[in-house]
């Protein structure tokens, strides 16, 4: 059945939409849209291509106003005319995500090792939720404690709960230097190498073991950054800068973002359960007859498995023992192969508060109209 | 039916652990904001998150409210009892369960002082690194309730990006985990809905909490300045050459006057201004950052500048600071402090309009304040004695409410509680305000989490949401105010 397509260009456009657009799937720039469990038919896709633009900018307050259909990459872009910058770079910046849709899906990129996850520079938001109304939460200034976090319970919403259409960002100077290692490591010498690295006096930006290297990355002044690298002394290992340096982040954005025939599942676990992770992950993929490809951010222990080869039902297999095996971690399904979702649920067993998860769906979306079945099974539909 | 439940709070936690006595009440009839009190009908002292929750569903069952109480250091009434209800003291869960030194994190429980994690975690040269000024007594149950700052939130953040995941007891007595693991979510984030909900979305029983490396360097340096505004351009041109400093706080001539009669840090007495910064990082960097830090003070006409040369040195500048809210008990006898926040550029500003309104009130203000971030903390110093109370009460909360008219908060750090609940709507719109009533809701639909808080009410704030105005049965003696 085909469905609505709607474009709204202002905040009383989008709140008529929401209002009276029956089920609703909102949509970004489509980076994140295979992301979590898949919607079930829907009466208007809700695009926010039509929200866009800076709506405030002060650089010296170190606060920014965006519109929430605005690309990241482009707010980025004019951040950096004034030395700013998001401290946030999920590997679908580079694909055209949307601060609303980064936030939706609670993505995050390896640098979160010192910056914390997105939600962590959002100082404030405006939704527009099922019943037409307009709310804000939050503010324009970096401390504010000023009634409930609004932003935080739609961070990981999907669309379920309302519309981001206005988000406030903390920005942050950028820094001067930049400078990664990089080691070829197997899972157990990553695992030991950053120990290593983590019990040594250093200040490492992002902790990455991407398609079997070990990236350590600084960045400050020159003056900060280089005796870093010389303390940290990694045997054998590389030392990247300008384009080399570029070169290989981009490599593990693109592994992280995937492509298609891939799925890519990303687990939250304590970091001292990586070994464990990777051990049970070969194990399944082997059992399976697929390939799994790691992009782990060690320090934070936030993981994305890539898996290649094999068919759906190796990938689900695979999906499914994960999510038995690592049952109190945070894991959600981000792009998967054909077939796969007939096979296994997006989402594992459910977190110990689902129940608060239902209460807060009812509270906000009464009729069920928004997102259907992107937390299926967890928010009793499906 | 009182007795009905308190048999039932006796049952679950024992006799001694539940205060009926008029007399030990009353110690509990308020928090750190000590011109609000009420007297609870009951204290409820639990051992355990178990007790936690027996007797929150002790108060589910009677349906009678309860209120969550930390040190009852908070600062905005937050802590403030409820007539007929019940207080849940968590000063007897105070062990600290794990500091795990591979994972960087400990888990307490909530009666654990701020200070205390950082003590225990310090032989593996790890810190918890929110630190607001009350730290030594205030914690960690009572930081996730406010979601507390301090003083290095600048560059580190608030008490929300230090937390992983809480076991909170809900409001029909349901105990359950919110989070995870590490800062990946799988659903929406309860955790950080709940971070900074004064109590009112349930109580914290137990806190998984990041610990951070001790930074290898850290330097300080106290400066004096002839005027406020060479100190705000000092504040605006470090923030603008990109270096984000540890922590910088203004103080003025009245504030120093009265920490340095406090604690006698060495502080200038005469100076109008002084601007403590502090950078941290490693050690090459805060080096070549502190020389461009000093730079700038020069640039605008320092007066004088003290480097801190050692870490006691370091601990004595900021004991004047830390101490500056109870030392202005030296130069005044009655005072309210407030915590709005402005755009950082509009300090300047901001603080001018505040000496005009003092001024005008006749009523003398202190200003120390986290200057990074804009987060004022107006010392407004009046006398009971001499009637002055009500004046400088309306002046406090002009001063709030300024501070949204400049396009800041009514609150950075101190919260809301019952003192600024009813400036909400100079800041959130109905819409708003009904939205975060419905997330209550959905946490605790028979409101009985610390009601009266945060939201503003009609009993609270009269009829018409703003200012308050005594109801018409109030003003006739027929009902009373809580």
Redesign the interface.
């Known amino acids: 059945m085909s469905s609505n397509d709607s474009e709204p260009h202002d905040l009383d456009a989008a709140a008529e939409v929401m209002r009276t657009g029956g089920r609703i799937l909102i949509r970004g720039s489509g980076t994140g849209t295979d992301w979590a469990g898949r919607p079930s038919t829907v009466d208007t896709v809700l695009h926010t291509s039509g929200l866009t633009g800076v709506l405030a900018y002060n650089p010296a307050d170190m606060t920014v106003a965006v519109r929430a259909g605005t690309t990241l990459r482009d707010l980025q872009d004019q951040l950096a005319e004034h030395g700013q910058w998001i401290a946030t770079d999920a590997a679908r910046i580079e694909a055209g995500a949307s601060v609303g849709g980064l936030l939706a899906t609670a993505d995050s990129g390896p640098r979160q090792h010192v910056y914390g996850p997105l939600r962590d520079v959002v100082l404030g938001v405006t939704v527009v939720l099922a019943s037409g109304e307009i709310a804000h939460s939050g503010g324009h200034v970096i401390k504010n404690v000023a009634g409930y976090d609004l932003a935080k319970l739609f961070s990981g919403s999907f669309g379920t709960l309302g519309l981001l259409a206005e988000v406030v960002l903390r920005t942050h100077p950028r820094t001067a230097t930049s400078r990664t290692l990089a080691v070829p490591a197997d899972a157990a010498a990553a695992y030991r190498l950053a120990g290593e690295v983590r019990d040594k006096t250093v200040e490492p930006t992002a902790l990455s073991w991407s398609d079997g290297r070990l990236l350590v990355r600084f960045e400050g002044t020159e003056a900060g950054v280089v005796p870093q690298l010389d303390r940290v002394a990694l045997p054998g290992a590389e030392l990247l800068d300008g384009e080399t340096e570029k070169a290989a982040w981009a490599a593990d954005a693109a592994l992280v973002r995937g492509s298609a025939g891939e799925t890519v599942i990303r687990v939250g676990a304590l970091p001292s359960r990586f070994p464990d992770l990777a051990e049970l992950v070969d194990k399944l993929a082997a059992e399976h007859g697929a390939r799994a490809v790691f992009s782990s951010w060690l320090g934070v222990g936030v993981h994305t498995i890539v898996l290649r080869g094999g068919d759906a039902a190796a990938h689900a297999g695979v999906l499914i023992g994960l999510h038995n095996g690592f049952a109190e971690s945070a894991i959600t399904l981000h792009r998967r192969a054909d077939g796969v979702d007939g096979l296994a649920p997006a989402w594992g067993p459910p977190p110990p508060a689902v129940g608060l998860l239902r209460s807060v769906k009812q509270a906000f979306d009464p009729d069920g109209r928004l997102g259907p079945d992107r937390f299926a099974p967890w928010l009793g539909e499906g | 039916m009182g007795d009905a439940l308190q048999a039932d709070l006796i049952g679950a936690l024992g006799a001694a652990s539940v205060l009926s006595n008029p007399t030990q009440l009353r110690t509990y009839e308020c928090d750190g904001l000590t011109g609000y009190k009420v007297t609870p009908r009951l204290v409820a002292l639990p051992s355990s998150a178990e007790q936690v929750a027996a007797a929150v569903a002790a108060c589910a069952k009677h349906n009678v409210p309860f209120v969550a109480r930390g040190a009852g250091s908070g600062l905005s009434g937050g802590a403030l009892p409820v007539a007929d209800g019940v207080v849940i003291s968590l000063q007897r869960l105070r062990r600290i369960l794990d500091i795990?030194p591979?994972?960087?994190?400990a888990i307490v429980e909530p009666g654990v002082t701020n200070l205390a994690v950082s003590h225990a975690a310090a032989p593996h040269d790890l810190y918890y690194a929110p630190d607001p000024s009350s730290q030594q007594v205030c914690t960690i149950g009572g930081n996730i309730a406010?979601?507390s700052?301090g003083a290095h939130?600048?560059k580190y953040?608030?008490t929300?990006?230090h937390v992983y995941a809480l076991e909170v007891v809900?409001a029909d007595g349901?105990r359950?985990?919110?989070g995870?693991?590490?800062?990946?979510?799988?659903?929406?984030?309860?955790?950080?809905?709940f971070?900074?909900?004064e109590g009112t979305l349930g109580i914290t029983t137990k806190a998984v909490i990041r610990l951070l490396?001790k930074?290898?360097s850290v330097r300080t340096l106290l400066a004096d300045f002839p005027s406020i505004s060479a100190a705000g351009s000092v504040v605006?041109d470090i923030?603008?050459s990109?270096?984000?400093p540890a922590a910088i706080e203004m103080m003025d001539r009245l504030a120093i006057e009265a920490a340095e009669a406090a604690v006698h840090a060495g502080y200038t007495l005469d100076t109008p201004a002084a601007l403590l910064i502090e950078l941290d990082?490693?050690?090459?960097?805060?080096?070549?950052?502190f020389t461009e830090v000093e730079r700038i003070c020069r640039e605008h006409g320092t007066t004088k500048i003290r480097i801190a040369a050692d870490a006691d040195e370091r601990a004595g500048m900021w004991r004047g600071r830390k101490a500056a809210f109870a030392a202005v008990g030296r130069i005044s006898p009655n005072y309210f402090v407030q915590d709005g926040?402005?755009?950082?550029?509009r300090l300047a500003e901001a603080l001018d309009r505040i000496a005009e309104m003092g001024r005008d009130a006749g009523i003398r203000v202190a200003n120390v304040f986290?200057a990074g971030?804009?987060?004022l903390h107006p010392l407004v110093l009046y006398s009971e004695a001499a009637g002055e109370h009500d004046r400088a009460e309306q002046l406090s909360k002009q001063i709030a409410e300024l501070c949204v008219e400049f396009?800041?908060?009514?609150?950075?750090?101190?919260?809301?509680g019952t003192d600024?609940a009813c400036s909400?709507p100079t800041?959130?719109?109905g819409?708003?305000?009904?939205?975060?009533a419905?997330?209550?809701?959905?946490?605790d639909p028979a409101g009985l989490a610390n009601p009266g808080k945060?939201?503003p009410t009609p009993r609270l704030c009269g009829e018409k949401p703003g200012p308050y105005q005594p109801h018409p049965l109030e003003a006739a003696g027929v009902i009373e105010r809580l």
């Open positions: 795990d591979v994972n960087r994190r406010e979601n700052g939130c600048l953040g608030f929300t990006h809900l349901t359950t985990w919110l995870g693991p590490t800062g990946e979510q799988a659903g929406y984030d309860l955790r950080g809905a971070l900074g909900s490396r930074p290898e605006t923030i603008g990109g270096i984000v990082g490693p050690e090459a960097e805060c080096q070549s950052l926040v402005v755009p950082r550029t986290h971030d804009g987060n396009g800041g908060s009514l609150s950075g750090e101190h919260g809301i600024k909400m800041m959130f719109s819409t708003d305000l009904a939205t975060m419905t997330l209550r809701s959905a946490f945060v939201l």
